[in-house]
């Protein structure tokens, strides 16, 4: 392991999130391209909008690592105190940084189209002993300030924002800071296995990886991603070490994973489906329109995704798509028969290659003795036939609505796996 | 203010976190639950699956709160090593509960239908100095410990197993041990208006309220959530006052104002559509089913939604909902024209008294100088006519479909609003 390791603490500020009404995403995608560049987060940390607390915790996290990044609390308002807190900090003193003040003019001026208030000018002052990253996609400035070798970099909370700072300037910038080691990931995917048994199966293989490669075990919704991370100065050597390993970890589950690459499900069904030049349509009932969103979040996804019913009241069952009358009275909306219907008949309707169909109790409320909350039936219709499976979930609504997607997609995505196999 | 305010602060344990592949929604359900009662969250801490790192963060979050919620790194594989730590930080020793024990071999036999591994045993071994906080929904216990006057709660990471452990066993207990003050809370959600401006019509008002209210600007995709909070020692007396003040925020944000509660614009259409036995369908082509998700997100919306068409393609906009093939041609596909259509042939197929359309260009492709990325049209079909209406998003394509979305809610919002006032 390199001794130069670069250690990064992220500060989030603000009162919203230490009263949980904003979820911080920030932090994820923060870590994520750090990771890339060989920088380690060692610590995150949420404050309020609290003088003291944002000041102990600069001097608390600056001991720990070189890369102190801070989100957050540069709002116009009166509660957003980072920006002087930080021109105290380092010394400066408040100047009007004339890019940014353009910048806030125009955006009132093409996209707010309202009379500036006093605030919002304000927003263009900077300490002048920082460097000023400009914001493209926001009114806030960021700044970046260096004192004793370490980097402090503040920006909004906006993700938007923040990500833009970070890609324009802040991740090109770090290397050049610090001697950074090369980091090498290889991401593989599984459905269907829990995070014990693919440990289990893989104990031996885990076992006898060099120190300088390490696998993380990244579980989500029925889902386990796997992770091989190999840290070093030589490149090269270490990108050779890490794919030949990867090819045996890959040979060691290739019953369950879904794709060697990092990416999600519906993305590996995407590149599945355009490769083949196939076509996907969807009948959704419980699901309510979510797994053709998680769909048509690809981009992209017009060249195979053509359309879907979300056929959630059995009128629209029986009128847009064509189930029969007697199959819904007879076995019920939640049911093989419905579903089985559904599918073929959204594959004939839309005229695609495949068609997903979803119908379930995703509660609080519905369940019955003999179809509790949580029951679900999926089918997929294919040319080589329709293929139907009956899941139970065993959550909350919300979180029923997610498995239930991730089942209904990992059986699409075998479905036109073995489909492929008996047309080729 | 009461001077016995409780402080909490949120531990949060694992590499999953720092490498930035789990966004941490748990700590904002948290922190709403703490604030219910009166406990306020000074600090979120996230750390990794390091001995010294847990160690250190217990330290210094119990020197500044009297409660520390810790959350993950109780999983079966090996670099979990939050139950040791905890185990020798209060000296204990592991021994088995017999309970949980019960409970882990349930969840085999119920739901994963496996043979147990050594290591899911292991999960039913606690330190015998806690009290144990038993896991209906997974298969690790929770541990609460107590020492000089502090509370140490340690619960799996995964939301609905925290959830359950806190609603069932830890919400209910802190109020028993510590003196909490009385909290109220009030809050209204605004809509198409920006933070800085609804601050600058009500800096009055803000600047009259008293030191123990206090008011919380909580921006999110367009609209404001504004919470008015009171805290102190006579709870009647301050819900009085509270209530006061709310009557008059009210009626300064009238126009702007989507509902005078702690819901979402989605949950406030339910309630208008349930109120007045309305229906509604949807015919989403950018959106691709985000919307339908969204309304169907809420409990019981099977009332009031119908269904929709995910008309992604064009021959979808034809065949399901009968656009006219010249209007697509002569128009385009992201055209007032064509919204205006999907809008009136949904409430037609699926027979509803309301239908939402939306077409747009949601990037990072399709744009043209034209109809650039973030071009949309939303259309509105109901009973006294038919309202469209463009937006411009400029955000990526993830952000582009959840603004636009909201975009479209609160049209359907104004114009059910209308369209009741005109036929009644």
Known sequence: MSNKRVYASIITIGDELLIGQTIDTNSAWMAQELNKLGIWVKRRVAVGDVWDEIWNALDQESKQSQVILITGGLGPTADDI???????????KLVVDQAALQNVKDIFEKYIKRTML????????????CTVIQNKRGTAPGMWFEKDGKVFISMPGVPNEMKGMMTDFVLPRLPKMFSLPAVV??????????????????????????????LAYLPNFGMVRLRLTATGENESEITAEIDRLFVDLQSQLEDVMVINEDKNLEEAIGLMLAKHGKTLATAESCTGGYISHLITSVPGSSKYFKGGVVSYDNTVKENVLGVDADTLD????????????????????????????????????????????????????????????????????????????????NLLRQTILNDLKTIS
């Open 118 to 129: 006093d605030v919002n000018l304000k927003q263009a002052e900077v300490p002048d002993v």
């Open 185 to 214: 990931h290889r991401t593989l995917l599984t459905a269907g296995i829990g995070e014990s048994y693919i440990a289990d199966r893989i104990k031996d293989f885990e076992a006898a990886l060099p120190g300088y490669i390490k």
């Open 330 to 409: 007879n076995h019920g909306a939640v049911s093989e028969e419905t579903v089985f219907e559904m599918a073929t008949a959204a594959k004939e309707l839309i005229k695609t290659d495949y068609a997903l169909a979803v119908s379930g109790i995703m509660g609080p409320g519905g369940g019955t003795e003999e179809k509790p909350v949580g029951t679900v039936w999926v089918a997929v219709a294919a040319k080589s036939g329709t293929v139907t499976k009956r899941f139970q979930t065993r959550y909350d609504r919300h979180r029923n609505i997610e498995v239930t997607a991730i089942n209904a997609l």
């Open 82 to 92: 980072t920006k002087p807190l930080l021109n105290e900090y380092f010394g400066g």
